[in-house]
């Protein structure tokens, strides 16, 4: 067990190389099954949740490979049980049933379970699987499903939050080897999405709409091995965006998907940073002092949940009154408690935060709960007075590879340290 142990206050100057996206790479990983032919994938980064996927491939068959962040997988022969104890580690995993669906035609995958952020419900994927031939049962935790084969069918996505980014991804790979046409409406358009139908058209599916919420899929016989460099980490890029702008530094953020980040760099703007576009990445600064704002999180292309604990963290430092709204998960301020304790003057109700800046914050020990929230309590110690200890660090080693060695060469002070 590891924890991160910061002294706040300095600005943060100098270059950050952006990873490339977990997002991308989880679902894309999980695409590897629809082939016995090798795969390579390049740019992955070397996270916790990366190594889960990575666990999981292999018990379900799959030789594997990972070194400076290339991964090699060859799925020769597949089995189709993914058991509970590998799935609970991470619910992202649930993406290998589709794979599991169009190449064995079974699969017996346990439920993902609930995690901190609220509810993780799976009916969109099941309705999607099941449009397309599955006879899905759900007995002592696990989802159960079995086809003769998969026909092509419509499909519609939208959920009661909007689409559902690997709800998308499951019925895609099941619909690339499925009989016939699948049109899927109503599908996330998030770049993941977008860099999986990529890879998904290199392994040689026919796939027409990427990018848009109608994706046509025309099923093939067989897709053959590929090869992929996954798109960057959007989400680590702006998180870091959000450092360089709370501790008054300057960061230039290399190899950032600044075409993905639209929102998030347009909110930043509004609230009085800086930034422009360079050959090498995203420069970001702040040029006076920051003004208060308000943001709702939306599916891709609006504000990414993703980065709404983040700005929470920025909301508390910035002089005035900003409000954050959740509108993607249930329960997705668990920051909150642990920034207050930090002095933040935050105010919940429902699924809004009101946030009043203050003109310091304390350091203070503090508990991580899940990725993002986390990357917040981190964000918040960079700025505090005093020392802040972040405990249960792996959260943030599931989604940030090396954060604090990244943070530590652009000068902040902060080191890791085994907790005994
Ligand atoms: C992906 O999760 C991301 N994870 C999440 O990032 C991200 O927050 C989320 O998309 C939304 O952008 C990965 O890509 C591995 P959803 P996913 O299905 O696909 C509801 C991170 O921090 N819903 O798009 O699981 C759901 O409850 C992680 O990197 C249903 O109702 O999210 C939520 O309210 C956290 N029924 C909303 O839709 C379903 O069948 C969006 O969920 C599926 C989802």
């Keep these: 067990m590891h924890k991160l142990v910061i002294h706040g206050g300095l600005p943060l100057k100098g270059k950050v190389s ?16 629809l082939t016995p032919e090798p795969c390579i994938l390049h740019g992955v980064p070397n996270l916790s949740d990366i190594r889960y996927m990575l666990q999981i491939l292999q018990f379900l068959g799959a030789e594997v490979e990972f070194s400076d962040s290339t991964v090699r997988v060859q799925a020769r022969n597949v089995q189709p049980e993914a058991p509970y104890d590998l799935v609970r580690k991470m619910r992202a995993s649930i ?15 346990s439920l993902p379970g609930g995690c901190v952020i609220g509810d993780r419900p799976i009916d969109l994927h ?5 449009a397309l031939g599955a006879e899905i049962r759900v007995e002592e935790g696990y989802i159960v499903a079995q086809c003769k084969e998969l026909k092509g069918a419509k499909v519609e996505l939208y959920g009661k939050f909007g689409s559902t980014v690997l709800g998308t991804d499951n ?12 049109l899927i409406e109503g599908a996330a358009v998030e770049p993941e999405v977008a860099d999986l139908v990529e890879f998904l058209q290199k392994m040689g599916a026919t796939i027409r709409g990427a990018g848009t919420r109608v994706l046509e899929i025309e099923g093939v016989e067989e897709l053959h091995g590929a090869e992929h460099t996954v798109i960057r980490d959007r989400i680590e890029a702006s998180t870091f965006a959000v450092a360089a702008v709370m501790t008054g530094g300057e960061l230039l953020l290399e190899g950032a998907p600044f075409s993905h980040m639209d929102s998030v760099l347009q909110t930043l703007r509004s609230c009085g940073a800086r ?22 999180t939306e599916p891709y292309p609006g504000f990414p949940t993703d980065m709404q604990a983040q700005f929470c963290a920025l909301a508390c430092v910035t002089p005035g009154r900003s409000t954050v709204e959740e509108r993607i998960f249930p329960n997705r301020f668990m920051h909150v408690s642990e920034l207050k304790r930090m002095g933040a003057q935050i105010e919940l109700l429902g699924n809004r935060a009101t946030i009043e800046g203050v003109s310091h914050l304390s350091g203070a020990p503090v508990m991580a709960s899940d990725l993002r929230a986390s990357a917040a309590l981190v964000l918040a110690g960079l700025v505090a007075k005093g020392k802040t200890t972040v405990h249960r660090v792996y959260h943030i080693d599931r989604g940030y590879e090396n954060i604090d060695q990244k943070l530590q060469q652009v000068g902040a002070e902060i080191r890791r340290e085994v907790v005994s």
């Design 18 to 33: 952006i990873g490339g996206s977990k997002n991308s790479s989880l679902p894309i990983l999980a695409a590897t099954l």
């Design 275 to 296: 930034w422009d576009i360079t050959p090498n990445g995203i420069r970001v600064w702040t040029n006076g002092p920051l003004r208060a704002f308000q943001l709702q």
């Design 95 to 109: 993406c290998v049933l589709g794979p599991l669906l169009a190449r064995c035609h079974q699969a017996k995958v």
């Design 126 to 130: 099941l309705k999607g699987l099941s």
């Design 171 to 182: 019925v895609l790979m099941a619909a690339s080897l499925a009989r016939g046409t699948t």
